[in-house]
């Protein structure tokens, strides 16, 4: 027999050879697949995203970069990673790009690597208000090694306090501003960051892990215009594989690969970047335009249905992909909320809300989402149908069992990996 021209997955072989994983493999697409996913950082990336990180490229060692390797053999996969950086080049009309960080994290320690030495100060959102870990957090590298001055959001509006923020800029001069959340529902206003970090001489930094893939779809305004550096995650909203990239100025670009390689990674994923590449070509799809456009829409019809059955959203709306939601008025913990959530198979995190008086293990809110139900082909309806499941799972944990059959006749209409999109 004749050479095959392509070798990729055989999950029957896996099968036999390892059954006990490929049970591993089964059960979790079957959870992806009847329950509702409303974490607001997932999504279902595309059969074509999978198909190239399944691929033997994940065998070649390529420290370096196209061109400029420290190992033989690089010239195909040269290609690949040639392929991904153009594409976010153009996706996002920046002027340099590495694909290389293996996560969101490592994306904005190689950031921070590029800008700041250690004891040096940066001024960042607060964890409890919606900032990320990678953010200042004393649990990580970043609260370890920098000086972290936090702002936060307002209480009276639960939006960011720019006047807040440039008050500390002009007492700390900090060296690096880092806007960007995990858990903020509403438009960053890049230009006001922008000014701030111009009148303090500081860089400016925008880690929109989560919003990258609105950005892309012109669903929401872009940072790229107006940061220095601008990290993100691939695997959020979108849609590609797990992963991170930075986008940077010229100016910033050679400090911020030799951040990237050799300072904090070593062989980059050369199977991920070739699956970014992919991902990257389909957010360029006017399919995927549209797409972004749903997502928001759709979360403006899940917030509208759970404000509407007594679940305050925080800031009282949303203009992005997912909502934060303040319990106390129901008298349920995020914590309760999130297991009532699980029982009647939805998913989604408890998460805590601006001055929580709850600690993070319990939560006075949860967050949730619409990348997912949007990929699955939901609509407004079906999202306002969703909030009333979700209210409904919460308040009522006694009808779990009905809540999640409606759920399994959703999902029999908009299930995923069954049909293509
Ligand atoms: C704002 C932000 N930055 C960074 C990250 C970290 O990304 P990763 O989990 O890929 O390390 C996240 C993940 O949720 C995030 O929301």
Not at 12 to 38: K, S
Not at 232 to 260: W, Y
Not at 292 to 313: K, S
Request: proline residues 6%.
């Amino acid at each position: 027999m004749g050479e095959e021209p392509y070798y990729g997955p055989d999950f029957g072989l896996l099968q036999r050879q390892d059954p006990e994983l490929a049970r591993v493999l089964l059960d979790e697409l079957d959870r992806q697949r009847t329950g509702l996913q409303l974490v607001a950082g997932e999504n279902f990336t595309s059969p074509a995203v999978l198909a190239a990180m399944g691929s033997t490229l994940t065998n070649k060692y390529a420290e370096g970069y196209p061109g400029r390797r420290y190992y033989g053999g690089c010239e195909v996969v040269d290609r690949a990673e040639r392929m991904a950086v153009e594409r976010a080049r153009r996706l996002f009309g920046a002027e340099h790009a590495n694909v290389q960080p293996h996560s969101g994290a490592s994306a904005n320690l190689a950031a921070y690597a590029a800008l700041l030495q250690p004891g040096d100060t940066m001024l960042a959102m607060a964890l409890p208000h919606g900032g990320h870990f990678t953010h200042g957090s004393k649990v990580n590298f970043s609260g370890r090694w920098f000086d972290v001055v936090s702002y936060g959001v307002r209480r009276d509006t639960e939006t960011i306090d720019y006047d807040e923020v440039r008050d500390l800029a002009l007492r700390h001069q900090p060296k690096l501003i880092v806007c960007g959340a995990t858990a903020y529902p509403r438009l960053i206003d890049f230009s006001v960051f922008r000014g701030i970090a111009d009148e303090v001489g500081a860089w400016l930094m925008a880690d929109v892990a989560h919003t990258i893939g609105l950005m892309a779809g012109g669903a929401i305004p872009s940072a790229v215009p107006h940061a220095d550096v601008v990290t993100f995650t691939t695997h959020k909203a979108l849609r590609g594989p797990r992963g991170g990239a930075i986008l940077c100025t010229d100016e910033l670009a050679a400090r911020i690969d030799r951040a990237v390689y050799p300072f904090v990674q070593g062989g980059p994923l050369m199977h991920v970047i070739a699956a970014k590449a992919v991902g990257f070509a389909e957010a360029m799809r006017p399919e995927f335009a549209e797409y972004a456009r749903r997502v928001v829409v759709n979360a403006r019809a899940l917030t509208e249905a759970l404000a509407a059955a007594g679940m305050r959203p925080v800031s009282g709306g949303t203009d992005t992909h997912l909502a934060l939601v303040d319990l106390r008025p129901l008298d349920v913990s995020g914590a309760e909320a999130e297991r009532r959530c699980a029982a009647a198979g939805i998913t989604l995190n408890r998460n805590v809300i601006p001055y929580d008086p709850e600690p993070a293990s319990v939560t006075s809110g949860i967050r949730v989402g619409t990348p997912c139900a949007t990929t699955q082909g939901m609509g407004p309806e079906e999202l306002r149908e969703v909030g009333g499941l979700v209210a409904g799972a919460v308040c009522r944990p006694g009808e779990a069992r009905e809540i999640r059959e409606r759920i399994a006749a959703l999902l029999a209409i908009h299930r995923p990996y069954l049909s293509e999109y």
